[in-house]
């Protein structure tokens, strides 16, 4: 079994296999994309074959909603579609937004971008006039990857974003809680249910241009990581948190970087997981890995303060 490196955009989704590791990046105009000028855009500096060999001695990543619903308005008012750009390509992802001037998004995505194009309160995102929606260009010098972030493992995979000025919070544009900074630091409730929302492909195949959700079961980090050794010859650790596959609900290609959250005990909604990695076939049975958004606090809380 193979994994995948996740993204998304508005305008499709185009895969290219690279031995074992199916990666999802997209370019703003399809009418001139090839293999070429797409992959893995994010490296920026790096030659094409370079990034091939390299990604080909290890993995990649990224998910997407299989088999979920579709939002309505409001309802995930903190999610964010995020259309990165180094400079000649672009590329898309999900994040969610923690304070008025701070999104919240995978290392993955933001490696290597020197701008990105953030737009929250969207829903379809051909509607380009829908009410609430807010567009912001953040520079590259906003963005926070983390330092120990690297291609070979997809440990540490988290980032941030800052927008050049803060929006205006209603009901169509909020915040969600972040574990150890704005909500209590508690572990998340792995026997429970989580919810995953974002844009990108409903299944293997198919490309959906609104935004969906679909909630999942947890899954035990042992149970995670016991899958993920026998099927795909990769260590799951600490730092990261997983979802089950099982109820033929999971994320797919097209998701990277957008949030998991749970219900807390306080009935407020927290933000448990970054969107990381899965299996390159979108199976859904099999379990997705996310960054676990609490583990982190000690890296992200005071960024919200800069």
């Not at 390299?54 to 308005?73: C, D, K, Y």
């Amino acid at each position: 079994m193979f994994l995948r490196l996740v993204t998304i955009s508005c305008f499709g989704l185009l895969a290219v296999q690279v031995g074992k590791i199916a990666s999802f990046p997209l370019d703003l105009n399809l009418n001139n994309v090839t293999s070429k000028n797409i992959f893995l855009k994010s490296h920026a500096g790096l030659d094409f074959k370079q990034r091939e060999d390299a990604i080909h001695r290890r993995l990649g990543i990224t998910l997407n909603i299989v088999n979920g619903q579709t939002a309505s308005r409001g309802q995930f008012c903190y999610q964010a579609y995020m259309q990165f750009s180094n400079g000649w390509n672009y590329w898309a992802c999900g994040g969610s937004l923690i304070s008025p001037t701070t999104v919240l998004t995978a290392a993955h995505c933001a490696k290597g971008a020197r701008s990105a194009n953030v737009v929250l309160g969207g829903l379809d995102l051909r509607q380009r006039k829908e009410t609430g929606r807010i567009v912001l260009t953040a520079p590259g010098s906003g963005m926070m990857v983390h330092e120990n972030y690297n291609d070979n493992d997809v440990y540490n995979d988290i980032a941030v974003v800052k927008l050049p000025r803060p929006v205006t919070l209603n009901q169509y544009v909020c915040t969600v809680k972040v574990p150890g900074c704005t909500s209590p630091s508690t572990r998340p409730n792995t026997q429970g249910s989580f919810t995953i929302s974002g844009w990108g492909k409903t299944s293997d195949s198919t490309t959906t241009w609104r935004l969906m959700y679909a909630n999942v079961p947890g899954e035990s980090l042992s149970e995670c990581a016991s899958f993920y050794r026998d099927n795909a010859d990769y260590r799951v650790i600490d730092s990261q948190l997983c979802t089950s596959g099982s109820g033929g609900k999971s994320t797919c290609s097209g998701d990277s970087g957008g949030p998991l959250v749970q219900v807390d005990i306080d009935g407020s909604i927290v933000q448990r997981g970054i969107v990381s990695l899965g299996l390159s076939s979108c199976e859904v049975n099999a379990p997705s890995v996310y960054t676990d958004v609490n583990y982190f606090s000690p890296w992200l809380c005071p960024k919200l303060l800069k």
